[in-house]
Structure formats: structure tokens, C-alpha cells
């Protein structure tokens, strides 16, 4: 401000509100270059305004023979012809940024300076996750670096399993990276199945909902679903950041249709497969002695009825429509055996050490909603590569022998790591709070 009131006594009041303009266009161009900022069609075409302007400026003070009748003002003109020049570098390199790489996403590595133990060979997930930077007694919170961010995801209400584990795993992830477990995340949770206000900018986290992304947005552990193809190609030009695809299936769909490029260092993540590990009372509880074996099925909403109907009364059902906390404790506490037509279901119990089953009935509305895809590229994404179809035998669902090996805690552990790492903590910061 004081520099400006100073160039005002420099030059007149039309050539100051030129350069404020010009200042505006630099700094948009700085927040989009370096911050990764959307530049929307609105954006561009105030931008091109401006610039277009201070040309026309410039060309009618030469038109008025100015840098001749009135050579005390040249310095002025230059100044302003030098301030556009300026923006149209800006403008031009902003453009690029946003539109360039072909048109398609952009697959961006984040930066892990502040996460050497993660390629440290037994270091635990506790002490790269939890003793990050270290905790911190004085009251803190966890604040989005551009304020329009905010964790989005999509659920039908505000009971729903699925929905709810990936922004739980954000917020709980910042708040130990970042504190120790003192900070609070204060980053908003957007349930964009409601509201999603335009100018927003997204962090899409599990889920099969990658034909939802808009322009600018950031994506990690998000899965494509194949039905909603044809939505997807129409975000080819969108400039979405992605840091972690869902699993390696995704990653392929997505390359192999152009949508985005082949990254050597590409990585994946299952935001649910986190909770354990950060909230490791879960993990305490399910590692308890069981006085007896208890065969629990879970499925989704469109199940529950022929679960009630077909399975044996012995097998303890847990629905899928009830917010994520009493789900996990349900599965920690009172199952030995976890079968699930949702794929939720399967990565809690697999992240919890508990065995799986993945079961899809013969008349489940699974076989055209959501396939085999998200499945597969889940387990793809753990190492599971013996299982690759579901049964459909209610039988199975008694038998311990159908049910998946218990991967050790010290390799659950490195996977929930490797999830973890590829988390784009650089977007957030730790803010303190006075007194």
C-alpha cells in the first residue's frame, strides 16, 4: 500500500489504476503457476480484458505523439509498457500451466521433504506419521494454504459408511502429522452430492467418483468407475492434480484412454485402509482373544434385505448405512471372520488383521452397479493377486477355509505407510493458536 501511494505521486491518477490492474494479473498468474489455481474461462477472459487495455492505453498516448509534446512523461509510458509485457509472460506461462501437457490430467509427485522416513527402511508408521513434526503443547490447527480446499466427497446421506472413512482419514492424518495428535483439522468436508460452490476446489479422497472432478482439483486415492467412461474422457482437458490413483487398475484406465500420463513413480492409496493406524484403539481391540468365532457379513444398502433373507441366522449382520466409528468398533469387537459384498467392509477388515471374504449374491444389484473394477484394484493395490472373483455360495460364508490369510502387522503396517506418504500434505499447514 505505501508503494502505491507513493507511484501515485509519480504519475497520474489513469496510469496508477492501470498498474493496479497490471498488479492483479501478476499476482493471478503467481497464485496459478505456483499454487496450481484453476484459471476458469471467467478468469481468462478478465485477465485478457485487463491486458488488452493497458495495451490500448499504451497505443493511444503514442497515437497523441506523447513520448514528443511531453518527454517528461516517457518514463510513465515505459513503465506501463514494461508492466504489460510483464503480464502477457505471466498471462502466457498461467495459460500453459493450466491447459498444457496435451490436455490431460496432470500426475504430480508431492513434495516429502518434511517425510524422509518414508523411504527409511523400518521405520514405523507411527514415527512417520505421528512424530512428524513433532507435538506440540501449544493449541494448533490444521488450515488449507488456498482457503477454497476443502475435503469433498460424495454420499448419499449423512449415514454413510464409505463417504464417511475418507475425509475421517484426512483430518485424522493432518491432525498427527502436523501436532501429534494436538492439532485440530479445521479444513472443511464438502459432501458435493448436496452442494458444491463454483469456485471450490476439491480434494477427492476414495471413492469410485473421479468423473465428479472439475478443473483444478486434487485427487488422492480416488477410483474411476467404467460405467461413467464417457464423463471421464469429457474431463480430458481439465487440469486435475492427481497424487495417488486409487490402484494400479485406475491408473491404467486412465492412461490407457489418454486421461492422464504415465508416471514411473506413480503411486496409489486406500484413505480407509488408514484408520486403524490412526486411530490405533481399532487395532488394539480386533488383535483381542475372541471367547468364540463369530461369522460377520456386511454389504450395501441394496443388500441388506437378501442378507436378512438367504443368510443362516448365525452369521451377525452389520449394516452399511450407519456413520463409520460404530462400523469399525462393530467389526474390532465382535468379528473373527468378516464377509462383504462392500468393498469398505473388505479393506477394514483386511487393514484390522481380521480375514475377509468377498461375496457378491447371484441377484445383487453389485453385478451392474459396481462390478468387479473397484475390487480388483483394491486388492491389486495390497498384493492380493490370488483373489480375483467373489463367490456367490452362502455356504462359504461358514467356511474359514474360503476366507483370506492375515497379512503381519509390520506389512500392513508398510502398506498403510506407503498410502500415507503419497499424501499431499504440502497443501495444509500447522497454524498456532495465541493464548
Known amino acids: ?43 481468462l477472459m478478465g485477465l485478457g480484458v485487463s491486458f488488452i487495455g493497458g495495451v490500448c492505453y499504451v497505443q493511444v498516448q503514442k497515437n497523441q505523439s506523447l513520448f514528443e509534446s511531453q518527454k517528461g512523461r516517457r518514463w510513465e509510458l515505459g513503465l506501463v509498457f514494461f508492466s504489460m509485457a510483464t503480464c502477457a509472460v505471466l498471462l502466457l506461462s498461467a495459460t500453459i500451466k493450466s491447459f498444457g501437457a496435451g490436455g490431460q490430467a496432470v500426475f504430480m509427485n508431492a513434495p516429502n521433504e518434511l517425510l524422509q522416513d518414508c523411504t527409511t527402511p523400518g521405520a514405523s508408521f507411527h514415527d512417520v506419521f505421528v512424530k512428524a513434526l513433532g507435538t506440540s503443547d501449544t493449541p494448533c490447527e490444521i488450515v488449507p494454504r488456498n482457503n477454497r480446499i476443502s475435503i469433498c466427497h460424495l454420499s448419499s446421506n449423512s449415514q454413510d459408511f464409505g463417504g464417511s472413512l475418507g475425509p475421517a482419514s484426512v483430518q485424522a492424518l493432518l491432525g498427527s502429522f502436523y501436532g501429534g495428535g494436538h492439532c485440530q483439522s479445521d479444513v472443511s468436508v464438502t459432501n458435493i452430492s448436496q452442494y458444491r460452490p463454483p469456485e471450490s476446489v476439491c480434494l477427492f479422497n476414495s471413492g469410485s467418483v473421479l468423473h465428479h472432478v472439475k478443473s483444478g482439483d486434487h485427487v488422492w486415492g480416488t477410483r474411476v468407475d467404467p460405467l461413467f467412461q464417457d464423463k471421464m474422457v469429457g474431463k480430458a482437458k481439465k487440469n486435475v492434480i492427481v497424487h495417488a490413483f486409487g490402484g494400479a487398475l485406475t491408473e491404467q484406465h486412465l492412461v490407457e484412454r489418454g486421461l492422464v500420463k504415465k508416471n514411473k513413480e506413480s503411486r496409489h492409496a486406500e484413505p480407509g485402509y488408514l484408520i486403524p493406524f490412526l486411530y490405533p484403539e ?91 473394477f473397484k475390487f480388483l484394484d483394491y486388492l491389486q493395490s495390497v498384493g492380493r493377486m490370488d483373489i480375483d472373483a467373489p463367490t456367490n455360495d452362502a455356504s462359504d460364508l461358514t467356511n474359514a477355509q474360503m476366507y483370506s490369510e492375515v497379512f503381519p502387522l509390520d506389512r500392513r503396517q508398510e502398506i498403510a505407510k506407503s498410502f500415507a506418504c503419497s499424501f499431499p500434505f504440502h497443501l495444509f499447514k500447522r497454524k498456532m493458536i495465541a493464548g
Open 282 to 372: 481399532y487395532l488394539k481391540l480386533a488383535q483381542e482373544p475372541r471367547t468364540e468365532t463369530t461369522f460377520c457379513f456386511m454389504g450395501p444398502v441394496y443388500d441388506t434385505d437378501w442378507a436378512a433373507s438367504q443368510i443362516p441366522l448365525s452369521i451377525h449382520i452389520i449394516p452399511a448405512h450407519e456413520d463409520w466409528v460404530p462400523i469399525v468398533s462393530e467389526i474390532a469387537t465382535q468379528c473373527s471372520y468378516v464377509a462383504s459384498s462392500s468393498l469398505d467392509g473388505i479393506i477394514i477388515a483386511d487393514a484390522l488383521g481380521i480375514p475377509f471374504l468377498w461375496f457378491q449374491s447371484t441377484d445383487s444389484e453389485a453385478k451392474g452397479v459396481e462390478r468387479n
Open 1 to 43: 500500500n505505501l508503494l502505491s501511494i507513493v507511484t501515485l505521486g509519480f504519475c497520474s491518477a489513469l496510469t496508477h489504476s492501470l498498474l493496479n490492474s497490471g498488479k492483479r494479473i501478476v499476482a493471478i498468474g503467481m497464485a496459478i503457476i505456483w499454487f496450481h489455481e484453476s484459471l476458469s474461462s471467467e478468469r
